[in-house]
């Protein structure tokens, strides 16, 4: 648990400051990452309650390993992100992992 924790929280820093960084890369101006962050947690309100309670029916140590898996899928679609649409896939991605991964690691 605590290793993939770490891993968690590495991803978690890592996916922060590069999706900035590949957004200012692409010639975007700083409103896309505010609205990136904005659609992120828009997601979290909106689907991690009826997520949250669909999940608990299964393993603690499968739900945080696919919810981790799915964090490490969103941060690498941001290495092939070339279009705020693919970012905006990217982003999707990791915030499903991360409500997944997060809900059940933190109970």
């Not at 896309?32 to 992120?40: D, E, P, Q, S, T």
């Amino acid at each position: 648990m605590f290793f993939s924790s770490l891993f968690g929280v590495f991803l978690f820093f890592h996916w922060g400051g590069a999706v900035a960084l590949l957004i200012k890369d692409l010639g975007y101006p700083e409103r896309v990452y505010g609205m990136l962050m904005a659609f992120n947690g828009f997601l979290i309100t909106v689907a991690e309650l009826p997520l949250s309670h669909w999940i608990k029916r299964f393993e603690s140590r499968w739900v945080i390993g696919i919810g981790f898996l799915l964090c490490g899928v969103g941060v690498a679609f941001c290495g092939f992100a070339s279009t705020w649409l693919w970012l905006g896939i990217a982003v999707t991605i990791f915030t499903v992992g991360e409500m997944i991964s997060m809900a059940v690691s933190g109970a």
